[in-house]
Nanobody
Framework: QVQLEESGGGSVQAGGSLRLSCAAS????????MGWFRQFPGKGQEGVAT????????YYADSVKGRFTISQDLAKNTLYLQMNSLKPEDTAMYYC?????????????????????WGKGTQVTVSS
């Protein structure tokens, strides 16, 4: 059973920064895709950033390129999302997601993932 627990969300003004963290129990898998997805109120989900292990292939949505950075500490089984220059349109619920069966191609596209495990989410609110 994979467990994911996000932290680090909150409220900031436009231009501010937040760092999300996700403690994950996926160390028993040798290959996996991990990432951050977000859901806007009343809308669908968007893949924000993903990273494939091993190799570290990374995907970013166009809307966050140059502002967000995904990283992971495999020793700590923790995934991070550094979010800089936040905009009001980044306001959403952010979810940590992993799929131990996703291949590198699907992961590098930002999803959709076939067998995802989701965390409970953390709210990010950016005010103008």
């Amino acid at each position: 059973q994979v467990q994911l627990e996000e932290s680090g969300g909150g409220s900031v003004q436009a231009g501010g920064s937040l760092r999300l963290s996700c403690a994950a129990s996926v160390s028993t898998y040798h290959t996996f895709c991990m990432g951050w997805f977000r859901q806007f109120p009343g809308k669908g989900q968007e893949g924000v950033a993903t990273i494939y292990t091993p190799g570290g292939t990374i995907y970013y949505a166009d809307s966050v390129k140059g502002r967000f950075t995904i990283s992971q500490d495999l020793a700590k089984n923790t995934l991070y999302l550094q979010m800089n220059s936040l905009k009001p349109e980044d306001t959403a619920m952010y979810y940590c997601v992993t799929d131990p069966w996703a291949d590198r191609k699907d992961c590098s596209r930002g999803g959709p993932l076939g067998h995802p495990f989701w965390g409970k989410g953390t709210q990010v609110t950016v005010s103008s």
